[in-house]
């Protein structure tokens, strides 16, 4: 069973498995740092638990390192002169825009999730397919290595739209990233669009580069 910390959902349980854990690597078997046997944990992004946040940020890629999730925000993401100063006043102000995901006490994903109308870049596409109140926006999601290929982001996305909509959400709409042909995912800083059906979503508008999808 899953649960989710924070200021507004605190030792709530929501539905999810962590990882099965018979798929364990047969005897013998070169051991690494993650073996995920604990229930998965949302905890929002605050001021506690920034350092969480940079440390899955540094370990997911370069460009998660670099754009600490402010695309959002500011005109260029890659720009470290506007990006951290972007992120530390977000903080200041106590403007949570995201929850961290916990293999028990171990930090392995992010995503960012907050009301349309906070992420600015993305609120006019949002208000063309729903201009009514209660909308949320998921547009990015990050996992660390270890915790890659093993189902996590899926059932990440699903505990998001669980709270979001235990927070009030009438609807939550997600930017995917659409892949080119032979395009490198490896970074899976903007999560792909194969993602969001896994999730339970469905398409709402289509784009070349960023579809919309919905729940």
């Known amino acids: 069973m899953a649960r989710v910390d924070g200021e507004e959902g605190r030792g709530r349980g929501l539905t999810g498995e962590s990882r099965d854990p018979s798929r364990r ?43 600490l999730c402010t695309a959002a925000y500011v005109p260029s ?20 825009d995201g929850y961290l995901l916990y293999d028990g006490e171990a930090p392995v994903g992010w995503c960012q999730a907050a009301p ?33 290929r093993r189902g996590t982001s899926p059932e990440f996305l ?31 800083v903007e999560f792909p669009e194969s993602l969001c059906p896994r999730a339970g979503m469905t398409l709402l508008q289509e784009h070349a580069t960023r579809p919309m999808y919905g729940a």
């Open 25 to 67: 690597r047969p005897a013998g078997a070169r051991s690494v740092t993650y073996t995920p046997r604990m229930p998965f944990v949302l905890r929002a992004l605050d001021a506690a638990t920034s350092p969480d946040f940079d440390d899955v940020m540094r370990r997911a890629s370069g460009a998660a390192a670099r754009c």
């Open 116 to 148: 349309r109308d906070d992420l600015p870049q993305f609120a006019a596409r949002s208000h063309g397919i729903d201009p009514g109140p209660g909308v949320f926006a998921v547009t990015c999601l990050v996992l660390v290595p270890e915790a890659r």
């Open 77 to 96: 993401w890659q720009h470290p002169s506007l990006a951290r100063p972007c992120r530390e006043r977000l903080l200041e102000e106590g403007r949570s």
């Open 158 to 188: 699903r505990l998001v739209i669980d709270e979001l909509r235990r927070r009030g959400a009438r609807s939550v709409h997600a930017f995917a990233h659409r892949y080119g042909p032979g395009e490198d995912t490896s970074e899976f």
